[in-house]
Each structure stands twice: as structure tokens, then as C-alpha cells.
């Protein structure tokens, strides 16, 4: 997934969401919630593993 804001993308895959149109910002909260959530589709994503597990 691609999210585009202006102008600014982030993320790969093949799904593009373009919110350039739209009057809200990058830091709105559903806008951050979508990035987390489709983040995890994306086919190079690798989640982040914590220190503290092994402990």
C-alpha cells in the first residue's frame, strides 16, 4: 500500500490511497490508524521484535 499525502508517499505494494483532496492532516488520527493497519499488508513489512521478550 501507498498512502499519498501531499505529494509524500510512503509504503509499497499495490494499493494506492491518495488523500491529497481531502481536508485533513497527516497527523489526524484515522489517517495515522490506516497507515498502522495497512502497513502490515505491505510485502516487505517486517515487525518489529522488543528486547524485553527475551528477558
Do not use: A
Given at each position: 500500500?501507498?498512502?499519498?499525502?501531499?505529494?509524500?508517499?510512503s509504503g509499497t505494494?499495490?494499493?494506492?490511497?491518495?488523500?491529497?483532496?481531502?481536508?485533513?492532516?497527516?497527523?489526524?488520527?484515522?489517517?495515522?490508524?490506516?497507515g498502522q493497519?495497512m502497513?502490515t499488508?505491505?510485502?516487505?513489512?517486517k515487525p518489529q521484535?522488543?528486547?524485553t521478550?527475551l528477558?
Amino acid at each position: 500500500m501507498t498512502l499519498t499525502f501531499d505529494n509524500k508517499s510512503s509504503g509499497t505494494g499495490l494499493l494506492r490511497l491518495v488523500i491529497t483532496k481531502n481536508n485533513v492532516s497527516p497527523e489526524n488520527e484515522t489517517v495515522v490508524k490506516i497507515g498502522q493497519l495497512m502497513l502490515t499488508k505491505d510485502p516487505f513489512y517486517k515487525p518489529q521484535t522488543s528486547d524485553t521478550s527475551l528477558s
